[in-house]
């Protein structure tokens, strides 16, 4: 396939790193001259033959726990690292998100930080003149664009360098957990710009720990693991079953720890959308009903029994709605073995948009949270069948009318 087709390349890639350094130093090298041993060097694989390519306008998600090559496939695709084996290929301009307003420079205002850091990421004087009114109302620092940056929020210092980003000229986007800060609102700002990114064409390679905004933005996941690829496919899927491993204690804090779910007297065995999913996956219309099966399993008597709770999450991490059985009046089975509850969302008014269902397991009282999975992802559209963005959770029902104040 030509290279137009597939602006993003990743063949057969390893990158390896060393753990300690054999005179790695100028004090080791000193203290090797006067016979001491230097460290000994381990070299351990960040990446072990991973292979993947991104097509014209897709957008991939990269998922994984810490430690899995999330940061180091970006630093290869961005040149900052050369692989060990394998090759790497990035065809186009590339507007990297990865340190969000790392070239401001504290002493000068946003407005020339704007065009510093623009001209840096290669805009011409041009193409700054032309994007300069969006950058700035896309961050929402317009009152303060004549003051130094060094006296910006954290916040206002973010959504500076990712307007900046986001509005370079470029055919490839590399974007790095810039998304774990910022307010709510912002946020969702921000996956609607790579969401309209994408529909111009723009090809989009995301890496982040957040499973909810990945399934809002991403067409594809790659899942890695240990510096290997776990799984390359449909994003709903691979973010589950990284959720799950992480539940599981496969991967993550509990790996390290040794600990698994399976020391745990309560478990969520699974739980999955009891509607049939196409090719685009799960859609429905707004207003139709949503089921979700939970099955769950005790392995000992709970003194009381627990509660279940399904939420609904937008992409952006937002909670529409949350369903729970103790405000329902249901009193789930608290003996030993496995049980089976169906959950029933009797009309689903939501904007269109992506969305996922998140399952929870509480203690009686809703104050310790006993497992937690995700049940799946579905998408809300309109009668026509189109996808459409449009902020907010539900759609409401109101009306105007003229008259004077």
Not at 159 to 167: E, K, M
């Amino acid at each position: 396939m030509n290279s137009a087709a597939r602006p993003v390349v990743f063949d057969h890639v390893t990158k390896g790193f060393r753990k300690g350094s054999a005179q790695g130093s100028l004090r080791d090298a000193i203290t090797g001259l006067f016979g001491r041993s230097a460290a000994v060097s381990q070299e351990f694989l960040a990446l072990d033959d991973v292979s993947f390519d991104v097509a014209q306008g897709e957008a991939l998600g990269v998922i994984g726990p810490n430690g899995s090559g999330k940061s180091t496939t970006l630093k290869l695709l961005t040149g900052i690292l050369v692989p060990d084996r394998g090759r790497v290929r990035v065809d186009g301009r590339v507007a990297p998100l990865i340190e969000v307003g790392a070239g401001f420079h504290p002493d000068l205002t946003g407005r020339e930080n704007i065009h510093l850091n623009a001209a840096i990421s290669g805009m011409s004087k041009g193409d700054i003149r032309q994007h300069f009114d969006a950058i700035v109302a896309f961050s929402g620092i317009e009152s303060f664009l004549d003051t130094p940056v060094k006296r910006y929020s954290s916040g206002m210092y973010m959504r500076l360098g990712f307007s900046i980003a986001a509005h370079i000229p470029s055919e490839v986007l590399l974007v790095d957990e810039v998304l774990a800060v910022g307010d709510v609102g912002f946020r969702a700002r921000c996956i609607e710009r790579m969401q309209q990114l994408k529909r111009e064409g723009r090809t989009i390679l995301f890496v982040s720990h957040s499973t909810y905004q990945v399934r809002s933005l991403c067409d594809r996941v790659v899942y890695l693991v240990n510096g290997k690829k776990e799984f390359d496919g449909d994003v709903v899927e691979g973010t589950r079953r990284y959720e799950q491993d992480v539940m599981k204690g496969a991967v993550g804090e509990r790996a390290a720890t040794g600990k698994s779910a399976g020391d745990a007297p309560v478990a969520i065995q699974e739980a999955r959308l009891c509607r049939d999913a196409g090719d685009e996956g799960v859609i429905i219309a707004p207003g139709d009903p949503l089921e979700v099966l939970v099955r769950y399993r005790l392995e000992r008597a709970m003194p009381s029994a627990p509660v279940l709770s399904l939420a609904l999450l937008r992409g952006d991490g937002v909670t529409a709605c949350v369903l729970n059985t103790r405000e329902q009046g249901l009193a789930l089975d608290a003996s030993p073995g496995v049980h089976t509850v169906r959950a029933r969302f009797d009309s689903i008014p939501l904007v269109p948009g992506k969305f996922s269902v998140e399952t929870l397991l509480w203690d009686a009282e809703m104050v310790v949270v006993l497992d937690q999975i995700t049940a799946g992802g579905f998408e809300v559209r309109s009668e026509d069948r189109k996808p459409i963005n449009r902020p907010g959770v539900f759609t409401p029902q109101g009306s105007f009318t003229r008259g004077e104040g």
